[in-house]
């Protein structure tokens, strides 16, 4: 029987050819993936650099514990006066002090040191000499020149001195005193002269500030956690695209293997006359499936590794990895795990795709080899696994939506289940496509069918005569259409409604912020603006509460915002579902009804921002909406954070408003420019890399839909003969042709819109439950784009199939 199989494979090498790439390129993809994902642990290792030249680092402490759970805080703590004086005695203390500081002239962001730091960091003065005044700088090199006075945020300076540029940051070097002013806090130092052991036992009664040593210095870095943050973004993106590649490719394979074995019944049905038992039929189509994954599994492994440098290349020039991030799988061995899992995920794609299709061909009867019919008489009858497959996880979709609405209508909005929820129903749509597009071609092809000529009622008749042939190319269409629709309708249905919810809650006239990159706005620029006559300001800072839950043994981050009650009453309109905004104090808080208490009255237990644990009472409760509502603290709870944005009512010029903060380098722009420019959107790097998974899922479709159509129309050829002799012109046979390719295509299409509307559907109930009246966006364009690529693959392999195998020869042998 394996003999007959092998045979029967090189002589049908060109049906199988579509499974074939099909799964080679599911296998290159989840090696090139899974090399990615090995790549993205490998990080660089960091070295010191701001104080490379510091023996002993001593830092606040920068991390809040609550059980196991651990947590790092937006800005570490400062240092103690007591501790510092002590830190003293054991030798030379330098403090750092950093801040933020914008300037004029396109110097732009810059971050503040005093100079007794840069020692430590390897800085030394190229041209010029160290600031000696408060208002001289070292600049870094390309900013300024020595002599000329820059306008800054941080007031107006003199550059005394340039430094090399570092990579890690632009420094801006004032006095040690100066620095003192603008920063008064010190949240980590130096101890030159000091052995480690001894600033340990100096601060072994001091919780959480840290010693560090060694490479643990690149701890008191900027951004010390970028790489991990990178590596996190880049296991989601890599993890996202290699699970739609195996449930796409499932499809693909699935469809192209049962209608290969549906075009197979006389020759299953011989093999039962000439004695084969059901067992050995499906023994052999499940051999070929073995067979062909094996040898398109391994070449896809070696087209993976080939192609894993080239992913890394491109995420990195389209931003989506740091500079660090490099795949090497030329220095892999045959037995690395992403070969592995890419050999092995390829065959079982293969099985999972031509299971169903053996058990079906090994329910073939003898007398099959006598019929000459190929009309499928039944669709889903002759195929009850499809039918109770197709129902489970319509039904299963179903209930998880309502469940979801009526508990948790918030989780929708989440990226992870907005990914992952609509799997359930385009996997029930396409398995219950056979009996979904029969009624839709109809439906569609009523009225060409009734108009002159026959072109109309064939393409009809045909394609809703072959349920099988017909899903086989409807399926894969319908399941990327619905995919794109779904994937980006929800990011662009999400982005709205919060668009949406920050215009119901602006009120301001005008809105002022800090230049970018500053960090913040200063207390003499907000009480510049506070002195313009009849203006309402409201300066807000947004700040980071920890709350304990489960008992106190972990931790939830809250976004939230430090505001002046009664200023902030008259600058927004807050969704308020309990309580009164204007009972807020410095003993309160203001939460959204996702806290697990959000009982007005109640008291909670909250970390701030710097770490402080706090006993609030709450004030009022805010509806939950998208997630970006967030909870509203006074300045006091804020944690040190810094005045990011200032809201003004006034129904004055905007050049008033922009006087006061003249030379600060603040911006004022009108609220509704305000509300355009920080509209909601696709994050870059979410779009690129949903984009990424559509192309895949793409690719595998035309893949399916040319392999099904050029497959369909070789076996027709006879029809397509027989039109010829009734007197229909090569033309009119290749239209008919394009045109029932075309509606197939087409129907699958319009069934993947189906779909996504379902779906988008479900989160506008979400959305609505929520509170929040936003539209749905339907992505039309990327519809159809997909459904153009599909139709034109379809009627291209379909025509390009007919015309090599029976549309131009009126004669044919019977």
Request: with cysteine; aromatic share 4%; net charge positive.
């Amino acid at each position: 029987m394996l003999t007959a199989t092998l045979r029967s494979l090189r002589a049908r090498w060109t049906t199988l050819a579509g499974t074939f790439v099909a799964l080679l390129l599911g296998a290159a993809a989840v090696a090139a993936t899974g090399f990615a994902l090995d790549a993205v642990g490998d990080a660089p290792e960091r070295v010191p650099q701001r104080f490379a030249a510091a023996p002993v680092v001593v830092r606040g402490a920068g991390e809040l514990r609550v059980g196991a759970d651990v947590r790092t805080l937006p800005r570490p703590r400062p240092l103690s006066p007591s501790l510092v004086r002590e830190l003293r005695t054991l030798g030379r203390v330098v403090e750092d002090r950093s801040f933020d500081v914008w300037a004029g002239d396109g110097a732009g962001e810059l971050v503040g040191h005093p100079w007794s730091v840069a020692a430590l960091g390897r800085y030394a003065v190229g041209n010029g000499r160290a600031p000696r005044a408060d208002d001289e700088v070292v600049v870094p090199a390309g900013t300024a020149r020595p002599g000329q006075r820059l306008v800054t945020s941080r007031g107006t300076v003199r550059v005394v001195g340039v430094t090399a540029r570092a990579s890690f940051e632009r420094a801006l070097f004032f006095t040690d005193r100066r620095a003192a002013q603008l920063e008064p806090e010190v949240t980590q130092l130096a101890v030159v002269g000091a052995t480690p052991g001894a600033v340990r036992d100096a601060v072994r009664d001091r919780p959480g500030v840290r010693v560090l040593t060694g490479d643990d210095r690149r701890l008191a870095d900027p951004d010390p956690g970028r790489d991990q943050e990178a590596a996190t973004a880049l296991t989601a993106l890599f993890g996202t695209a290699a699970g739609v590649t195996g449930f796409v490719s499932v499809f693909v394979v699935a469809s192209t293997f049962a209608f290969a074995v549906d075009r197979r019944r006389r020759e299953f049905g011989l093999l039962r006359l000439a004695g084969a038992t059901p067992g050995q039929v499906r023994r052999s189509v499940l051999a070929e499936a073995l067979l062909v994954g094996a040898l398109a599994s391994a070449a896809g492994c070696a087209l993976g590794g080939r192609a894993a440098p080239y992913l890394g290349r491109w995420t990195v020039a389209q931003g989506l990895a740091p500079q660090w991030f490099t795949i090497r799988a030329d220095a892999a061995g045959p037995t690395a795990w992403p070969y592995q899992l890419a050999f092995w995920s390829g065959l079982f794609v293969a099985l999972c795709g031509v299971v169903v299709s053996s058990w079906r061909a090994g329910r073939t009867r003898p007398g099959q080899a006598l019929r000459e019919a190929t009309v499928d008489g039944r669709t889903l009858t002759s195929m009850p696994w499809r039918l109770l497959a197709g129902g489970v996880l319509l039904a299963t979709a179903l209930v998880t939506l309502v469940l979801a609405l009526a508990s948790d209508p918030g989780d929708l909005l989440h990226r992870k289940t907005y990914t992952t929820r609509p799997m359930l129903l385009i996997a029930a749509a396409a398995l219950l496509a056979p009996v979904l597009v029969r009624p839709l071609l109809r439906a569609a092809a009523w009225l060409p069918a009734r108009l002159p000529g026959a072109t109309g009622l064939l393409v009809r008749e045909n394609a809703t005569a072959a349920a099988r042939r017909t899903a086989a190319v409807a399926a894969p269409v319908l399941a990327t259409v619905a995919l794109a629709g779904s994937l980006l309708g929800a990011t662009g249905t999400i982005a709205g409604a919060k668009a949406a919810e920050a215009r119901q809650r602006t009120l301001a006239d005008y809105v002022v912020t800090p230049p970018a990159g500053s960090g913040g706005l200063d207390a003499d620029t907000v009480r510049r603006l506070r002195r313009v006559p009849g203006a309402t300001v409201s300066a807000t800072a947004a700040t980071t509460l920890y709350v304990p839950e489960d008992g106190g043994v972990a931790l939830v981050k809250s976004e939230a915002r430090a505001a002046e009650p009664g200023p902030l009453r008259r600058t927004v309109r807050l969704p308020v579902v309990a309580g009164r905004l204007g009972d807020l104090d410095d003993g309160s808080v203001v939460v959204t009804e996702e806290w697990q208490r959000h009982t007005v009255g109640d008291r909670v237990t909250v970390h701030l921002a710097d770490g402080t644990r706090r006993t609030l009472r709450i004030a009022a409760v805010l509806r939950t909406g998208t997630g970006d509502n967030g909870a509203y603290v006074t300045p006091r709870n804020g944690g040190g954070a810094s005045v990011d944005r200032v809201d003004v009512r006034f129904a004055g010029e905007a050049s008033v408003v922009r006087a006061a903060v003249a030379g600060t380098g603040a911006r004022v722009v009108s609220g509704a420019a305000w509300l355009d420019a920080t509209r909601p959107g696709v994050q870059r790097a979410t779009r690129l890399g949903l984009l990424l998974v559509l192309g895949i899922a793409l690719l595998y479709t035309g893949i399916a839909v040319a392999n099904v159509a050029v497959m369909a129309t070789a076996d027709r050829g006879r029809d397509l003969a027989a039109l010829r002799l009734a007197g229909a012109t090569r033309g009119q046979v290749l239209g008919f042709v394009a045109a029932e390719a075309l509606a197939v295509a087409v129907s699958g299409g319009v069934l993947g819109v189906l779909v996504a509307g379902a779906n988008l559907l479900g989160m506008r109930l979400a959305l609505s439950r929520l509170g929040v009246a936003a539209p749905v966006v339907v992505p039309w364009s990327a519809l159809g784009v997909a459904v153009g690529v599909c139709a034109a693959v379809a009627v291209g392999a379909a025509v390009g199939a007919a015309r090599v195998g029976g549309g131009s020869r009126a004669v044919r042998v019977p």
